[in-house]
C-alpha cells in the first residue's frame, strides 16, 4: 500500500498518469509485489477465475463484484478457505461495478460476465485506468469492436482478451513445430467451436447443467443469458477458441489480417428437439414453442490478406462428442486434432497419419515444460493457469499484452460479420482493419521463450 | 447376334427406336444376353473399368477406342489373356470415337476419357442411342451440364454418371444408417477430395506416378491433361466423390436440392514447390516458372433447399494422407471417416467418439453382404465392381439408372460455380435446377434392396 500510495502522491507520475493513465511509467518502477485485482462476474467462469488468483502469491484479490448473492457467497467461503483477506464486496445491481472501478487500490479487473457486458465493462475498465483480463466472446457489434480499440489507443491501459485455448498444450506444441517451419509455409486452417452445449443452455434453474428445459429467467448460469443468443442470433457466436491458436500461427495483425469471410448456417432442429423429447419438456412446455434462431452448424470461411484459408466451424445445438476441429496445414505437411494425426513431408511414412502424440511430447512448448507443474489440476486441462499467468506477468513487467484489443477485435467481429452474411445469403463481408494499417508493421509476440 | 438382328429388322421397334432410340421397349424383351459394349479411353482408368467387364459373363467388350497405341496395346493384351474375342479398334485420332458409335452391335459405352471429353462424347453416345457409363468430372461450363440433361431428356438414353464412391463399403453402412434414423434429421455434411495428387500431376513422360516434374506433351497418363487444370483454373475441380455420397444421404433432386453455394481458395503454393524441391525439377526448370492458378485447398459450402449444409474440401497439391473428409451429422449422432468415428445419442457413451468399425459391420449394406466375394478383388476397395454392376444390371432391367443425369449435372457443376465464386471474392452462386421442378415429386431410388 505505501508504495502505491507514493506513486500516486508522485506529481511527475500523477502528470503522466493524466494523459495515459499511468501506464507509460518505466518497466519495473511500479510493481514490487502484488497485483490487486478485483473479479467482474463470480459465476462459472468467475469462480474459476477466483480459484486460480487464490492460488498466486503475487496476486490479492481485494473486490468482488457481482449481482447474484448466492454466486457471491460461493466467492466470499473460496476466499475465506484460501485464508486471503475479505475482499470488498459490489453486489448493489449490474452498474455497481462501475464503483468498484473507483477504487484507488485495484491494478487490474477480470471480466467473467455475460456476453454483453464484456465491452461496456472493459470500456469503462480501461478508462478508469485498470488493467483488463476481459474473458473470450464474440461481438455484438462491429462498432463495439471500434470502441474497444479507440478506447485502448486513448487511454493505453493494458487489455489481453483471455483466450486460453492459446494456451492449450498441443496448440502450443504444434505452434512451436510451426515456428521451425516444419508444415512448411502454412497454407489452411480449420478450427472451430463443436461442443453439446445442450446441458449448458439448459437446466432446471437450481444446478448448472442439465435436469431440465428452462433458460432466461427460469435458469440458472449460462441458462440464463448466453441461450438468449441462441434464439436471436445466426452466426459463428463463439469464435475466438478455433480462431486464436490459428490466428497465431499465421501472424494475425502482425503482418497478416483477415480480410473477408462467408458464412452459411444449417436449419435449426437441435435445440426444439432437445426441450420436446427432454421428460421435463415435451411438446406442450412453452419453450418448445420457441423458434430458435441459431443454425445448429454455422460454417465460416475466412480469406487472409497472405492468401491463408480457414475454415470455422460452430455447432452447439447436436447431440455430439468435443472437439475444436483443429488443422493446421502447409507446403510440408499437416496436423489434425480430431485424430490426433500428423503428416510430415520427409518424416511420415509416405501418404500414411502418424499420431502426433510423439511430436507433441518433442516439441512440447518450453512455456509447457517449464510450468507443467504449476498449470496441473488447473481449468481446462491447465491451460487456464497459462493466459491467467501470461497477463499476470507482462501486467507486472508492463510488456505490450501478448493478445491484444487488436486480436480481440479481430476475433469477436467474427460474430458480427457472419451474422451479416448469413442474413445476405453468405454474401462475403470485409473485416475492418482495427490496427489502421499497423498489421503490416507489427511483429509477433505470442509466447515466444518461456517467459509467460 | 440373331436377337439383336431380329430386333433391328422388327418394323415395331424400327419405329419405336425412331422416336427413343430404342430404348421405350418393354422390360426384358431385349437383353436375354450379353450387353455389348464400347470402350471409350483405356488409359488408367479405362483399362481397369476393362479389367472389370472382361470379368462379367453378361458383357462383351466389342470395340476400344483410344488415340495412343500404346494404351490400346495394353487393353487387347488384357482382352487377349481373358481369352474373350479380339475388340474392333477405334484409333484413328480424336474423333474416331464417332465410328466406334456407328457400329450397329454395340449397346452401350464406358466413356473413360480426359474430362473435357466426357461431355461431347456422351451427347454423341445418347444421340447414337448408346447407354452411357460416364467416368465422373467436374463440368467444363455450366452449359455443358444442361446439354447433357437436354440430350438425355430428349433422346432417352440410360445415362449413368459412374460415382464409385457412392459404393464404399462405409459409405454404403452410413448410408443405411442414415434411412434407419439413426442419425436423426440430418443437418451437415462434409466430403471432398484431398489426395496428394503430385505424383499424378506430374512424372517422368513414360510412368504413370511421379519419377519428375513433367506434365502436358511431356508428361504421360493424367499428367499429360489433368495438370491443365491446375495451371488455368481456380475451383471445385473434382467435386463427385465428396458430393456424391451426401447427396444420396439427403436425396439431391429427389426432394431436395442444392441451392447456393460459395467457394473460396487459398494460395496456390504446392505445386511450385514440387517442382522446385525435385531432384528431376529445380529452379531453372521450365515448369517451375509456371503460374498454378489452382488453390492448393478449395473449400465449397453449400445450401439446400431442406436447408442441410455440406462442406467440401478439395486439397490436391499438397503431402498429406488420403482422406475424402466425410462427416454425416443429424439431430441425433454424427460419424466422421478420418478419425473413423461416430457417436448416437442414447447409444454411444456420453460426449466420447465411438469406433465406427462395430457400426459398419452391423448396417454393412445389403448389396455389400450378397457381393463381397465378387467386389473383392476390384479396384478401389471394391467400389467399382458395384458401380460397374450398378450400371448393367440396370441397364439390362431397363430400370432407371441409380445414379443419373441430374445427379451428374448437379453435381458437376459445383466445379464451374466454385470457379465463379472464387473469381468473385466468394461470392454466392445460385445452383440451376436442372430438374425443372421434377426434384419435388421425384422419389429416392439409389441402392434400396440389394439388387444393385
Known sequence: MKRRKFI??????????LATN????????????DVRVGIIGVGARGLSTLSL????????????????????????NEIEK?????????????TDYKNLLEKKDIDAVFICTPWEWHTPMSIDAMNAGKGVACEVAGAMSV???????RTYERTKTPFMIMENVCYRRDVMAILNMVRKDMFGELIHMEGGYQHDLREVKFNDGVNYYGGGVEFGDKGYSEAKWRTTHSVFRNGELYPTHGIGPIANCININRGNRFEYLTSIASKSKGLNKYITDHPKGGKDHPNAKIKFK?????????????????MLSHDTNLPRPYSLGFRVQGTNGIWMDVNNSLYIEGISPSHKWESAEPYLKEYDHPLWKKYESEASGAGHGGMDWFVMNAFIEAFKSKDPMPLDVYDHASWAVITCLSEQSIAQGAEPQSFP???????????????FGDNY
Open 22 to 33: 499511468g501506464f507509460s511509467i518505466g518497466k519495473g518502477d511500479w510493481f514490487k509485489g
Open 143 to 149: 462498432d463495439e469492436c471500434w470502441q474497444m480499440v
Open 294 to 310: 441459431l443454425g445448429d452448424v454455422v460454417t465460416t470461411n475466412i480469406m487472409t490478406a497472405n492468401g491463408e484459408t480457414i
Open 53 to 76: 488468483a487464490l492460488q498466486r502469491s503475487d496476486l490479492q484479490v481485494v473486490a468482488i463484484c457481482d449481482i447474484d448473492p448466492i454466486t457471491t457467497g460461493k466467492a466470499l
Open 8 to 17: 500516486q502522491n508522485s506529481s511527475t507520475i500523477a502528470a503522466m498518469s
Open 433 to 447: 482493419d482495427f490496427t489502421d494499417g499497423k498489421w503490416m508493421n507489427r511483429k509477433p509476440i505470442f509466447s
Open 82 to 94: 484460501a485464508g486471503r483477506p475479505k475482499p470488498e464486496l459490489f453486489t448493489n445491481g449490474p
